[in-house]
């Protein structure tokens, strides 16, 4: 796919706002810790979790709450803090996860607000604090479409990566799995102390986390286990090795559409107008997605940094494109996955089109073909559509 990411760190973005979505956080039920007027610091609670009050949500940056945006049924659609100038942070103190107990991190990560990193199989959803999950997996590289490199930004930090691993394996009883590619040359990752270490190799789904979890441990009935990015892990490291909730990410701009692909720091929920501003292709729809385009978020131009993204991708809208006989038509400048006609060994210029509709499933074996697992996927397809699972 056209758009790959130039490892260049192009600098910092920052806005005058910052929106927080509590629905980026599956699972929960958010109650509001803050009103709008009220200040607040980085790492200050901005909202809760209803069913589990102790679930903090950390505010990214300082300033002041100006605006809480509701929808249909009173449902909270996002907050907006006005930053300061100057990031003021909430002190919780430096401490060695290795001298802590279970309950003592597990306490540390709520009371920071960052609990929201870890996820938590099957379901995939923030992880439950009063769970012991029986394994925790993190995987150290993406292998999704455009997806930005971990060995790039995870560069010095492989004294934070150390620490959220020691933090992680105070919170099973089991291990804590660490997938990596065999391209990996980070320290951080590769010489992690305390980890069970596993190359995976091959294309997408590779870096997906299920994957790697049914490649090694897969989870049975009645089980639970924790998931994260290594991207995550350096966060929680952070506030261990810091004593504060420092959110910032290094976040991947790439797509056909970008002029100037590269890597530029930014805390999640920051407004993204002056990333495209002059940056992306003009005279054309757009497809702004946070995210990558098999699994991001669509968003506006002047969207924000959704949670748990570190990429950010423009590609084609596609709504301007008439082609004769359509999806049914024969061109080698076409993608095929079926090798509908001789395929090159080309990047191609994808736009955001689904080229089908709503149709009956017929069982013909295609997906089978790349699906990773050893489980029937369009009999799964269909229990899930039937809501059957």
Not at 215 to 222: A, Q, S, Y
Not at 264 to 287: C, D, H, P, Y
Not at 325 to 354: F, H, N, V
């Amino acid at each position: 796919m056209l758009g790959e990411c130039e490892e260049t760190l192009r600098g910092t973005v920052s806005s005058e706002v910052v929106r927080i979505c509590p629905e980026d956080f599956q699972g929960i039920t958010p109650k509001l810790a803050v009103k709008a007027g009220d200040s607040v610091k980085a790492g200050s609670p901005l909202f809760y979790e209803k069913n589990q009050p102790s679930m903090l949500f950390a505010s990214p940056v300082s300033g002041v709450v100006t605006t809480i945006e509701r929808g249909e049924k009173r449902r909270i659609r996002y907050i907006e803090v006005k930053a300061d100038a100057t990031t003021e942070y909430l002190d919780y103190g430096i401490k060695k996860p290795s001298d802590l107990s279970a309950e003592e991190v597990k306490q540390s990560i709520l009371d920071a607000g960052i609990w929201f990193l870890i996820r938590q199989r099957p379901y995939d959803v923030v992880a439950a604090p009063g769970k012991t999950p029986r394994d925790i997996f993190v995987t150290g590289f993406d292998t999704a479409p455009l997806a930005p490199n971990y060995d790039f930004i995870l560069q010095g930090q492989e004294a934070d990566l150390q620490a959220g691993f020691d933090a992680l394996l105070k919170l099973t009883a089991g291990k804590v799995y660490l997938s990596i590619s065999p391209k990996s040359s980070n320290k951080g990752l590769r010489d992690a102390k305390n980890v069970v270490i596993t190359e995976f190799d091959g294309p997408h789904p590779a870096g997906n986390v299920g994957v790697q979890i049914n490649h090694l441990k897969p989870v049975n009935r009645g089980e639970t286990v924790w998931t994260l990015n290594a991207l995550d892990v350096a966060i929680i490291g952070r506030l261990f090795n810091k004593g504060i909730v420092d959110l910032t990410r290094t976040v991947a701009l790439a797509g056909s559409e970008v002029k100037q692909t590269g890597y530029w720091k930014m805390v999640i929920g920051t407004q993204l107008k002056q990333l495209f501003q002059n940056n992306v292709t003009e005279g054309i729809s757009l497809r702004y997605i946070s995210g990558n385009p098999l699994t991001g978020v669509k968003i506006d131009a002047d969207g924000v940094l959704r949670a748990g993204h570190s990429q950010v991708t423009v590609i084609p809208e596609g709504d301007d494109v008439h082609e004769a006989l359509g999806w049914a038509s024969l061109s080698p400048r076409r993608y095929s996955a079926g090798c509908t006609y001789p395929r090159l060994k080309k990047a191609y210029r994808l736009d955001a089109r689904l080229l089908g509709g709503r149709r009956a499933i017929i069982v013909s074996n295609e997906y089978d073909k790349v699906f990773p697992m050893d489980i029937y996927p369009e009999q799964l397809i269909k229990a899930i559509i039937a809501f059957n699972i």
